[in-house]
């Protein structure tokens, strides 16, 4: 089947017309523009809805749909393969949500976790002081010296922990993964008998009760992280860091990000926490501007110091080479796992005319798309739904795999594209004579026609 036969297109919002406006008037309106296009085609194809929409929503809270959970899914597989699967000396941990108050004692965040909360007294919103360009200005309503004091704002959520309410432990909801591989360190070392330079892994959700949300999925007060905790000998703490710059950069470029929508960013003395020497971010160029995806972090020997003196715990490493323990210093890659999925879908956005009509298509690199392929009979007629389903069984036990026999077939491929599908399969009328099908690649909408002896084989050269 020829792209020209596709009989329907969906059709896509149209482009924006603004006259007579400023430059910042108009980036404006070509910011708003994508990220309305990419909101939408979100709910619409089942990849981020928001959370209970159908009581109003709940600010800044996201719920992964069909397609979003999958896409999520192998971006923190692609993330466990590159750091953990394919290295020798890093290991995984889950460690639990709820902390007691000691450790976030220990870790410093009982006493410090806080941003500076200001208040116009005219609007009576609420903004970061340490955000706000101009602090004689309320950007909402325009007023002038409206706002309040600072007020320091703990961004940890705070529970009970026990059968009656008011009288429980209080707890936490850990508002990063570290601290689980800090006070879990001398476990791991000892149970996998792992010797520094060597590191800890985690993917997992964290709690952030943040004051100013936004931009979709970017700043959530529930959002999960990919993290690593890289244990070194202080003498070889600033070659790991450097090392680990590189490396995270580059995964971003290897799994489909332009290199031109990222960068490096260090820190200027004043950013950094008292405990490190250095610390990077990899920023991504989202529609308002640049944005971190992923810190790096040399943290020295603070935390594991840290509770070691708070826990009584001794947290070294004996190192029978020189008969000595020390206290390992620490490299810390940590990801934002449902911003890095934002990145990636950001980046893959693309839209193009074909035939006359706009074609929206997603063109993820395939290990992080969400179907590998989508199985689409011609017809829905009886004799095409036994090779169909045929095929389907085939492709599905090796590939994340959609099925679709609704509507028509160009119908389907749009909305495939829109998933960002790379691979679909017509299984046609011509199948039930020479047992083959047609086989379209996403990107290029050019067709093969395959053998089905022979799919598994073609799909396994350009997915596998």
């Known amino acids: 089947m020829s792209e020209s036969s596709a009989d329907d297109v969906v059709a896509s919002a149209p482009e924006s017309r603004v006259v007579n406006v400023n430059d910042d008037l108009m980036n404006r309106v070509i910011v708003d523009d994508l990220m309305n296009k990419i909101v939408n085609l979100s709910k619409r194809r089942g990849l981020v809805f928001q959370s209970a929409e159908i009581y109003g929503g709940f600010r800044s809270t996201y719920d992964y749909g069909p397609v979003g959970v999958l896409l ?26 709820l902390s007691p108050p000691q450790v976030w004692e220990a870790s410093g965040h009982l006493q410090n976790f806080t941003d500076p909360l200001v208040d116009c007294r005219e609007c009576n919103e609420r903004f970061r002081e340490d955000q706000l360009d101009d602090l004689t200005v309320c950007p909402n309503c325009g007023a002038r010296n409206s706002f309040t004091e600072a007020r320091a704002f703990n961004l940890m959520f705070k529970t009970q922990a026990g059968p009656v309410e ?27 008998r792992k010797k520094p330079p060597f590191g800890i ?19 959530t007060r529930e959002f999960e992280q990919m993290e690593l905790e890289f244990f070194v000998p202080p003498a070889e703490a600033r070659e790991w860091y450097e090392y680990w710059r590189n490396e995270r950069l580059q995964w971003y470029i290897d799994l489909g990000i332009p290199a031109e929508m990222l960068r490096l960013r260090d820190h200027d003395a004043d950013e950094l926490s008292h405990y490190s020497s250095g610390t990077s971010d990899v920023e991504f160029l989202f ?20 509770h070691a003196e708070h826990s009584g715990e001794r947290l070294t490493y004996f190192d029978p080479q020189i008969n000595e323990h020390y206290v390992p210093h620490v490299i810390e890659p940590a990801a934002g796992a449902t911003r890095s999925m934002m990145a990636f879908l950001l980046a893959a956005y693309d839209e193009e005319t074909v035939n006359g009509e706009l074609r929206t298509v997603l063109r993820f690199d395939p290990r992080i798309a969400p179907y590998k392929v989508a199985v689409l009979p011609l017809s829905k007629k009886d004799e095409l739904v036994g090779p169909s389903l045929e095929v389907f069984d085939m492709v ?18 749009r909305r495939q594209d829109e998933l960002g599908t790379p691979y679909c399969i017509t299984v046609d009328f011509d199948t039930l004579d020479d047992r083959a099908v047609t086989v379209r690649d996403r990107d290029t909408m050019e067709q093969d026609r395959v053998a089905i002896d022979g799919l598994a084989a073609y799909l396994s050269e350009r997915l596998d």
Do not use: C
């Open 72 to 97: 999520l899914r192998n971006v923190k597989d692609a993330w466990w393969r590159s750091m953990v699967q394919l290295r020798h000396d890093v290991v995984g941990l889950d460690a639990a949500i």
């Open 166 to 192: 008011g009288s429980g432990a209080d707890v936490y909801l850990r508002p990063e993964t570290a601290q689980g591989m800090f006070t879990n360190f001398k476990l791991v070392q000892e149970t996998t």
């Open 396 to 413: 599905k036990a090796r590939w994340m795999a959609d099925y679709d026999e609704n509507q028509g077939i160009g119908k389907r491929y």
């Open 287 to 306: 529609p308002w501007g640049w944005g971190e995806l992923e810190g790096i972090a040399n943290r020295g020997d603070y935390d594991l110091k840290q």
């Open 201 to 219: 892994a985690q993917i997992g959700k964290s709690f952030r009760n943040e004051i100013t949300p936004g931009n979709f999925v970017f700043r």
